[in-house]
């Protein structure tokens, strides 16, 4: 199954290269992400291929889909090692990487693979979520999705979260004393500024990213009423053009270098949140390669 149901450019000289991760070891709430890299995929096929923004077809890049991976049955650890050891030559050639999910502990697995290549200090990550899944452990295994963020940080590459809305007192108090290594604009500041009228809310999460940057999306930082097939959804969250305002400022005064979507969890004769979750996956690719 192909992203955008066009023909896939050969492995060796796609620009962009997508693996679907089928994994949803860890889930807490809702269950289902597993099965969102084949929705997302099936959603994509009916997407306009221009882009009236860009006044292009971004597909023309070249974008070639990996096969759907499986995840280990012995646990997250062995899961996000096959991650890892997937994305590897890719990202090390230069492709622009976009992993769909799938829970958000998949995400660890890109990150600390470009770490490894170019250095924590060479890029920071712009993580849209509801949560700040910033737990050390969570049901008994650090590798949660609730703790993703928390492993990302101790890499050493800088975070700043847009959206965020829910935390535990643990999270809370780590993150008072994570100082500039961790950045946290909540989504209630955000509308709020939204609905003043000021259009300058992006300028200080700009500002706190390196000039290199990836993104990764947990599908709940929007609101439930346009993002429901989500396993954690959270009341107030940000809007489709919000977002997009976001990313498209990004691409612009940044160098996104690769990027997730997680946490679909589709919901049966509901489509919509499919098509969304493609959509904002063929932004990101459109604004980051152009």
């Not at 452990?137 to 949660?144: A, H, L, N």
């Not at 975070?159 to 829910?166: K, L, P």
């Not at 706190?208 to 609101?223: A, C, N, Q």
Request: contains cysteine; aromatic residues 6%.
């Amino acid at each position: 199954m192909q992203f955008l149901d066009v023909k896939a450019a050969p492995l060796a000289s796609a620009r962009v290269v997508i693996l679907p991760v089928c994994y949803g070891g860890t889930l807490s709430y809702g269950v289902g992400a597993h099965r969102g890299p084949e929705a997302l995929l099936h959603a994509s096929g009916y997407l306009e291929l221009f882009d009236e923004t860009l006044q292009s077809e971004p597909y023309a890049v070249g974008i070639h889909t990996l096969p759907f991976l499986e995840p280990d049955q012995s646990g997250p650890e062995a899961t996000l090692a096959k991650i890892r050891q997937s994305v590897r030559p890719h990202l090390a050639s230069g492709a622009f990487v976009a992993t769909i999910g799938g829970e958000h502990s998949v995400s660890w697995a890109p990150v600390v693979e470009l770490a490894d290549l170019h250095g924590p200090e060479s890029f920071s990550i712009l993580h849209l979520d509801a949560h700040t899944d910033a737990r050390d452990t969570f049901q008994g295994t650090r590798w949660s999705h609730a703790c993703v963020m928390r492993r990302i940080s101790e890499l050493g590459v800088p975070i700043v979260s847009v959206g965020v809305r829910s935390f535990c007192r643990e999270e809370w108090n780590h993150l008072k004393g994570a100082g500039e290594s961790w950045s946290i604009f909540p989504a209630e500041e955000i509308i709020r500024a939204v609905r003043r009228g000021d259009d300058h809310w992006i300028d200080p999460v700009i500002s706190r990213l390196r000039g290199t940057v990836y993104i990764t999306l947990d599908l709940d930082v929007l609101d439930p009423s346009i993002m429901p097939a989500t396993g954690t959804p959270e009341p107030g969250g940000l809007d489709y053009l919000m977002v997009l305002d976001l990313i498209r400022r990004v691409a612009a005064e940044r160098r996104i270098i690769a990027c997730d979507v997680m946490e679909l969890a589709p919901i049966p004769g509901q489509a919509a949140s499919d098509v969304l979750a493609a959509k904002l996956l063929y932004k990101l690719i459109a604004h980051a390669e152009s």
